[in-house]
């Protein structure tokens, strides 16, 4: 079946060290999405890619970075410069033709970092 | 810059009663509209969304939304819950084709089903 995979599901981390969450899509979609979701805050964009080699900033950059070397592959480092990283972290994708391809994201599990 | 106004946090309701969970949005273009479901510790699922047409939507699970232009609104209704609804719910909405296609969500509505 087709969908997104997020690891690892669970992941707790040290101050001062960075780490990488995993997203990889066999959707064949063209764009990917990082939220970030904190209790009452609704999700909040960390960055997006629109095409491979190519990736925007959104909200709430600051202390993250992405690559997208690959249309299927889009994994977020966290590092030490992110101020208050415990969260939980949702990855997207959407694609296909028209405006439903281009608009309707599809969701992974998440994955839930927890600094120590 | 769009925005979305989820005005209940928290909202509870009794088996088999009719629910609302509001929405209100704010942007400069024409907007695509969204609602997501979200159960413990997992991904959104796609509810419904709004893209052009009829003002109103109807979803999966029984939900619906209606489209109000001139009030800026796009409410999630319900006429009969059941306990598995319980869960979190999230407006959304996307500039459409001439803007920014990245979702901007609101901070959730809870939806607690008590029998």
């Known amino acids: 079946d087709g969908g997104i995979t997020q690891s690892p599901k669970y992941l707790f981390r040290k101050e001062g060290q960075n780490v990488t969450l995993s997203c990889e899509q066999n959707?064949?979609?063209?764009?990917m999405y990082w939220y970030r979701q904190d209790p009452g805050q609704g999700l909040r964009l960390i960055y997006y890619s629109q095409i491979v080699n190519d990736f925007q900033k959104g909200d709430i950059a600051e202390g993250y970075s992405v690559s997208r070397e690959k249309k299927e592959s889009f994994p977020l480092t966290v590092t030490s410069a992110q101020k208050n990283p415990t969260a939980f972290y949702l990855c997207?994708?959407?694609?296909?033709?028209?405006?439903?391809?281009?608009?309707?994201?599809?969701f992974g599990a998440g994955s839930r970092l927890t600094v120590l | 810059a769009q925005s979305v106004t989820q005005l209940d946090s928290q909202v509870p309701v009794f088996e088999e009663a009719p629910v609302e969970l509001r929405c209100n949005y704010s942007?400069?273009?024409?907007?695509?509209l969204f609602w997501y479901v979200q159960y413990p510790n997992q991904g959104l699922q796609l509810l419904l969304k709004?893209?052009?047409?009829?003002?109103l939507v109807k979803g999966i699970n029984g939900f619906e939304a209606e489209f109000n232009k001139s009030q800026t609104s796009f409410h999630l209704r319900k006429p009969s819950v059941h306990i598995s609804d319980t869960a979190e719910y999230f407006c959304a909405v996307s500039e459409g084709d001439t803007g920014r296609r990245a979702l901007t969500f609101g901070s959730g509505t809870r939806l607690q089903v008590q029998p």
């Open positions: 959707l064949n979609h063209d764009a």
């Open positions: 997207a994708s959407s694609g296909g033709q028209g405006a439903t391809g281009a608009n309707v994201l599809t």
């Open positions: 709004y893209l052009s047409g009829s003002t």
């Open positions: 942007s400069s273009v024409s907007v695509y």
